[in-house]
């Protein structure tokens, strides 16, 4: 399992090809609600450009709540400066569910740029969030982990028994288990706590070597971490459940 949640586009200087008004790039593609959109004019050669203002190692780049279809052209691009005839690193995207999503080796650049081509969809091209950064690797989790599915709907009943329905919202949910985790590994995932809190939404990839498993799920903690320590084998190790919800 991996976690991306030191996103570079949040302290990015963000430009784009094309922007309709109230749908800008560099506000939206900040704002941590999938619904603020980076909104284009077009579906043609469109792209975002990301100067993270330093050359920093990334290894992923997730896309969450576009309009593209299935047939669209979605790469992540690299350089050294702002120049894109020849980046000096490309990767394509592939769709998981209703995500887009890349992991490579630690590409060490400044200037990043998404960009779409999607000649299949007569809408203009929309993207509610970008993630591109390093990932936290999470010691091996426990067997057998499940990902609920969960509704917020509400269903009341008459006095005469009839059911009225009120459909609402369904989100995923999990309590990831992991049963030894050294030191190191521990100050890392404290690292992580410390960024994310409670609050913050990130990236989770649940089976990453695997995406049809499971889509990257964009969510928040939903509980404090609670350190257990494990003395049964040679030297210290702890243990961790991290709970999460969805986020939309």
Do not use: H
Not at 25 to 41: E, I, N, Q
Not at 102 to 123: G, H, I, K, S
Not at 156 to 173: E, H, L, P, W
């Amino acid at each position: 399992m991996i976690i991306c949640y030191n996103n570079k586009v949040l302290d990015a200087t963000i430009t784009a090809s094309s922007e309709q008004a109230g749908y800008g790039a560099s506000v939206s593609l900040k704002d941590p609600r999938l619904c603020r959109k980076w909104k284009a004019y077009g579906a043609l050669d469109e792209y975002v450009i990301f100067d993270i203002f330093a050359a920093v190692a990334v290894t992923n780049c997730i896309l969450a709540n576009t309009n593209l279809t299935s047939s669209a052209t979605v790469r992540v691009e690299a350089n050294s400066s702002d120049s894109w005839a020849t980046p000096a690193f490309s990767s394509v995207l592939a769709q998981y569910g209703d995500k887009w999503s890349a992991t490579f080796t630690a590409q060490t650049y400044r200037y990043w740029r998404v960009y779409l081509d999607d000649a299949a969809n007569p809408e203009a091209l929309y993207l509610g969030a970008a993630f591109i950064g390093p990932a936290l690797t999470m010691p091996g989790m426990a067997p057998d982990q499940e990902i609920p599915t969960k509704s917020s709907a509400q269903t009341v009943f008459s006095i005469g028994g009839q059911a009225y329905g009120d459909r609402r919202i369904r989100y995923k949910t999990a309590s990831i288990n992991f049963p030894y985790i050294s030191l190191t590994d521990k100050y890392l995932i404290d690292d992580f706590f410390d960024v994310v809190d409670v609050t913050n939404p990130f990236f989770l990839l649940v089976w990453e070597d695997d995406l049809t498993i499971e889509p990257p799920i964009y969510c928040v903690l939903t509980k404090d971490l609670v350190w257990s320590i494990d003395s049964t084998n040679s030297g210290r190790s702890y243990k961790l459940s991290l709970e999460f919800q969805e986020a939309k």
